[in-house]
């Protein structure tokens, strides 16, 4: 089977920096992504590590350690709009099965 | 056009009604998803389509029946639902089967009375 897990809320202030960790147990691991979702709007993709390492899109990053089933998001410069869930999603062999975490809610303060 | 355009938005139904939700990408994107997601939880997977072909269906109720006419549409035909099932039903496509991204519609609001 798989498993996910991520923190369920997180709190920072505008212009910090904040890290979501993702631990994940599958079989047939073949990529990582990472998903917002405001209130009452659909997911949208942010990010995907395929390999090990650090990927960066402006203000957010993800990265990627392969040996130990762990990922995370970071998020720089926070603004308020940035208060959302976040989810990490992990697909596995290639049935196309993208499997969700519980998500982690992000509640930036001014 | 990088949408997935879902209709209705909103629907409510009776447990007895027949309805079908509507979903289309013009992305040339080969996979489709259904995923249901209840409020402050995870999108959860109910079915995946590759090349029309249907590819993955995780054990869901038969009152759920999903239908891929062509590569840019995909219907989820509901009938006789109950009441747990009220959930925004969300459509998503991809290039392939095993992308690591997925594009979202805005989802449909399904009430079941």
């Known amino acids: 089977g798989q498993s996910l897990e991520q923190p369920s809320e997180v709190t920072a202030v505008e212009g910090a920096i904040v890290q979501i960790n993702c631990t994940y147990q599958?079989?047939?691991?073949?990529?990582l992504s990472w998903y917002q979702q405001h209130d009452g709007g659909a997911p949208t993709f942010l990010s995907y590590n395929a390999l090990d390492g650090l990927e960066e899109t402006g203000r957010f990053s993800s990265f990627l350690s392969r040996s130990d089933s762990y990922g995370y998001l970071l998020l720089q410069e926070l603004q308020m709009k940035d208060s959302a869930s976040y989810f990490c999603a992990v697909g596995s062999g290639n049935t196309g099965k993208l499997i969700f975490g519980q998500g982690t809610t992000l509640q930036v303060k001014p | 056009d990088t949408e997935v355009t879902q209709t209705p938005k909103h629907l409510v139904m009776g447990m007895t009604n027949k309805k079908s939700l509507k979903c289309e990408q013009h992305?040339?994107?080969?996979?489709m998803y259904w995923y249901k997601q209840k409020a402050k939880k995870p999108p959860e997977l109910m079915f995946v389509?590759?090349?029309?072909?249907?590819?993955i269906n995780e054990s869901v109720p038969s009152r759920f029946s999903p239908e891929c006419p062509n590569s840019s549409l995909l219907n989820l035909h509901l009938h006789a639902l109950q009441p747990e099932d009220s959930a925004l039903y969300l459509c998503?496509?991809?290039?392939?089967?095993?992308?690591?991204?997925?594009?979202f519609g805005e989802g449909s609001r399904l009430t079941v009375l």
């Open positions: 992305m040339g994107h080969r996979a």
């Open positions: 998503a496509s991809s290039p392939r089967l095993g992308a690591g991204e997925l594009f």
């Open positions: 389509y590759s090349y029309e072909k249907l590819s």
């Open positions: 599958t079989s047939g691991f073949y990529g």
